[in-house]
């Protein structure tokens, strides 16, 4: 069910992403005059499970409706509009340019007034450029509205008092329990949760850190920069572990526990960080330990066995406003908007720095590629509209970023051609806008099969 589950997420969101981008091409070439032979959802190899087409002065439509269709065929001026059976994207096909489709023959016709070739440069770049704009567009809708619906919650890192929870990894670059950071190479982090994400991005060679009262800078050796990209966790939250519930199977049903108990050392060992604890609890499995519990301004010692498995059987009590200043804002539709916009920028930035840790070698970070199997895993396994828009909107920046790559069967080859054209007055040949196509679409080929080979490997 939860596989089920992911798959409706990822086709739906695809959908989405896919239709709003096309629309972009649709919508500027019809601002340009310039004939869409065929708009669809999915591909349709063969046959479409529906089909929409205006003439004769009315709509006619057609379910399970095999591709050539003479009465159809015969208004090519009119658009074509449908859903096809293979759920994987969408295309827009517009007349007189050279796409993933190949229709060469068509090519080799005299040019037409209505047909993409015969535009203007400007106007031809419009044209393709209008994907990625509209791409960027959603993003910025989606994220205003769900700032305008559930507002905005974060930790900032000042906020943080008890600083991070060190993972092997972390700790074996130089991070320790309790640190907190302050910067990557003399730049502030705001939110919490990118610690993370920001160090990776900006490749910082230093951390400047305060421990124990003390401000120190840590060095941080490039080599590990792989290992930081594919292993989640180095800098999680620390936070006081306090009881919130005994679980009814617990080992420590019967023991002196209460709710709002927090536990401030193990057998005499001072210790009330959470993930301090919990690998204190890991040493001791299946003995009995003796645990330092404050409570209601006294301090108490209690008996308490640990099971095979580490645990003294409690909920913790994880309401991070008990323990810190969270930020909290909220927003109006005025208000949502130049700030979706501003996420939209912000998120477009980190993705792009992202792409280059991907074709820089050293980082290893091609190994990070993944496919659908790899989208499909970043959706929750139950329905959470917050999480999907929220993904939505990453992936539709990042579909739009990904189109920008200067490959030829993408947006952004096309884009460069244009720019060329447009710059030294020198248009392309069809013949070499063939080529490079077919160069495009086997480098998307090689990159797929990369993606899939990682996704795969991750399986086992």
């Not at 499995?285 to 006294?298: L, N, P, Q, S």
């Amino acid at each position: 069910m939860v596989v089920l589950l992911k798959i409706v997420q990822v086709i739906l969101a695809l959908s989405l992403l896919v239709l709003f981008h096309e629309f972009g091409h649709y919508t500027f070439a019809k601002l340009f005059k310039t004939r869409v032979e065929k708009f669809y959802l999915f591909f349709n190899p063969k046959f479409s499970l529906v089909k929409f087409k205006r003439f004769g002065g009315k709509w006619h439509c057609k379910f399970l409706s095999p591709n050539e269709d003479a009465e159809w065929d015969a208004h090519p001026e009119q658009t074509e509009y449908g859903i096809g059976w293979l759920p994987f994207g969408g295309y827009c096909k517009i007349a007189g340019m050279i796409d993933e489709s190949m229709d060469t023959e068509a090519m080799k016709l005299p040019p037409q007034p209505y047909e993409f070739r015969t535009k203007p440069a400007w106007q031809r770049f419009f044209i393709m450029f209008g994907g990625v704009l509209f791409n960027f567009i959603l993003a910025i809708i989606l994220y205003a509205a769900i700032l305008n619906h559930w507002g905005e919650e974060y930790l900032r890192n000042e906020n943080a008092i008890y600083g991070i929870a060190v993972n092997e990894l972390s700790s074996e670059i130089g991070f320790r329990d309790g640190d907190r950071i302050l910067a990557f190479d003399g730049q502030p982090i705001d939110n919490f949760s990118s610690l993370q994400v920001d160090l990776v991005r900006s490749q910082a060679r230093e951390a400047t850190v305060l421990r124990d009262g003390d401000t120190l800078t840590i060095a941080i050796d490039p080599q590990y920069l792989p290992a930081m990209l594919n292993t989640p966790g180095m800098f999680d939250l620390a936070f006081p572990f306090v009881v919130k519930e005994v679980q009814p199977d617990s080992p420590n049903a019967g023991a002196d526990l209460q709710p709002g108990d927090a536990v401030t050392g193990i057998n005499g060992q001072p210790m009330f960080i959470v993930q301090q604890i919990q690998r204190e609890l890991a040493r001791h499995r299946g003995e009995g330990i003796t645990a330092d519990i404050h409570r209601a301004d006294t301090d108490v010692e209690v008996p308490l066995q640990v099971d095979t498995a580490g645990h003294i059987g409690v909920l913790l009590d994880t309401d991070l406003t008990k323990y810190f200043e969270v930020t909290t804002k909220e927003y109006n539709l005025l208000t949502a908007i130049p700030a979706g916009a501003k996420k939209t920028w912000t998120t477009i930035k980190g993705y792009v720095q992202e792409l280059g840790l991907i074709f820089s070698p050293k980082t290893q970070a091609y190994k990070s590629v993944g496919s659908f199997i790899a989208i499909g895993r970043i959706f929750p396994d139950t329905w959470d509209w917050y999480r999907f828009w929220s993904l939505c909107a990453l992936l539709s920046i990042m579909l739009g970023v990904m189109n920008l790559l200067p490959i030829p069967a993408l947006d952004g080859g096309h884009i460069l051609f244009l720019l060329f054209e447009m710059i030294t007055g020198r248009k392309p040949s069809d013949k070499f806008m063939v080529v490079a196509e077919w160069i495009g679409m086997a480098l998307l080929l090689l990159l797929m099969v990369l993606a899939f080979g990682n996704d795969i490997r991750s399986l086992f």
